[in-house]
């Protein structure tokens, strides 16, 4: 059984990581040789414990406590369920679906991609042995030393391929769908995406996982996207897995010259969340986006750790993550802006706002700056406050509800980083979000 289980000898919580890893091997030696480095990093590293720097604001007992089954030792004890509701419908043939961690290709559909365009189950392209796979996997996940990356290499088994050649423009949305089910027992799963946008490529991405019941699993994901000179890349991350699900995230991206990144990342489940967005510059002249929207009640923790890496000159970067905080939950943003010596004319901004609603809630956010060039401009700052009183009395003297009213507050908060997102069924997807967060709220404390 591939059980994952703290050990009473080390700081790792694997007890028979090579048993469960060598099930894994035999169909690709790239992704065996991938597997055995990351099983042994695992083997000789130490999980984040408290006294550690990044993780001092967040406690992961949650993780350690419990035992875990790999999702694949349970699939004869879980019952089929329908999903089709979380379908985009103008990704109706550019989708990729993954339930408990392995690829479905009876709810995929790629029929309506352009020619040349790949897209599909990464194991299966790395066992035909695809030079695309060689090129790229395991090449922009840019975390080393970190246990989580080694972790998912370790136990990488299905995952997703998105490749759009040279002056290609994907018009449709490809929605990569990652759907974890109600099980008899605790499982994990570690997705992993590599995404490769050739030049003068455009496409546009969505990466959503969701958590159909309410029990708990480890999602440990990690994505690689890699955008070559004149490449547009809009990546829309969803995270609504289940209410007790624990979820630790890594994104690597590389920009070239030329090249546009776009990035809203949307936390809305799990109990406890764990997003590490990082964006490495690797030639003059690109632009860089990392937005995000947080909505945590009750006791969830959500915690951002990002670095925006500008490492040559003429850039621009903009980050703006806005957090909305009630009952007793727990947000954390901790964003940095990285300028090295001859990175000169760079234009960077960096902001977190937060939206307390009860007295119970906590945020702590650092913002930081380092800056090791002259010519730049480059800004951050942090806000916390409240609903103003003022402003729902408005609203309820021109006919509005209680409810309404701190509904609009909250969506217009919410509102800069959902109308960026250029799918109409997401925007929609996420008001309905910020309408069912809200009304759970009203019986809460409020802060006066």
């Known amino acids: 059984m591939a059980n994952i289980t703290k050990s009473k000898d080390k700081d790792t919580f694997l007890s028979d990581l090579l048993e469960f890893q060598g099930s894994l091997n035999g169909k690709s030696d790239l992704l065996d040789e991938l597997r055995l480095k990351g099983a042994d990093e695992v083997r000789n590293g130490r999980f984040p414990q408290p006294k550690d720097e990044d993780w001092r604001f967040i406690s992961l007992k949650e993780l350690y406590q419990d035992s875990y089954k790999a999702a694949a030792a349970l699939k004869d004890q879980i019952e089929p369920v329908d999903f089709s509701n979380f379908f985009l419908p103008e990704a109706e043939g550019s989708r990729l679906v993954f339930v408990n961690g392995a690829f479905s290709a009876e709810h995929s559909n790629t029929d309506a991609l352009p020619k040349g365009v790949k897209a599909g189950n990464l194991t299966q392209f790395a066992a035909d042995e695809d030079g695309l796979i060689k090129k790229h996997l395991n090449k922009y996940a840019d975390f080393e030393g970190d ?132 964006v490495t510059q690797l030639a003059e002249e690109v632009e860089f986006t990392l937005d995000g929207l947080v909505l945590i009640d009750g006791e969830q923790v959500s915690d951002t750790h990002s670095v925006m890496d ?90 509005l509800t209680e409810e309404k009213a701190r509904e609009l507050l909250v969506y217009a908060f919410a509102l800069e980083t959902i109308e960026n997102i250029p799918i109409d069924s997401v925007q929609k997807l996420l008001v309905d979000e910020v309408h069912n967060f809200t009304n759970r709220q009203l019986d809460s404390e409020l802060v006066v």
């Open 310 to 399: 500008h490492r040559h000159a003429h850039a621009e970067s903009h980050q703006l993550h806005k957090c909305v905080i009630n009952d007793k939950a727990h947000s954390v943003f901790n964003g940095k802006i990285f300028v090295r010596q001859h990175a000169q004319k760079i234009d960077s901004f960096q902001e977190n706002r937060n939206l307390l609603l009860s007295r119970g809630g906590t945020v702590n956010t650092k913002p930081q700056l380092e800056i090791f060039a002259d010519d730049v401009v480059c800004t951050h700052g942090a806000t916390v406050g409240q609903l103003e009183e003022d402003e729902v009395f408005y609203l309820k003297s021109r006919g």
């Open 147 to 278: 246990i989580f990356t080694s972790f998912n290499n370790a136990f990488l088994e299905d995952g997703a391929f998105v490749y759009i050649p040279e002056n290609v423009e994907v018009d449709a949305p490809v929605h990569l769908l990652f759907v974890q089910t109600d099980a008899p027992e605790n499982y994990f799963v570690t997705p992993r995406c590599l995404v490769v946008a050739e030049e003068n490529s455009k496409l546009n991405l969505v990466e959503d996982y969701v958590g159909l019941g309410d029990n708990k699993y480890f999602n440990c994901p990690a994505i690689e996207v890699n955008l070559e000179e004149d490449a547009h890349v809009i990546h829309t991350r969803i995270q609504r897995d289940s209410e007790k699900a624990i979820h630790i995230g890594r994104v690597g991206a590389h920009v070239n010259h030329h090249s546009n990144y776009e990035s809203y990342t949307i936390n809305i489940g799990a109990k406890l969340s764990r997003n590490e967005p990082r």
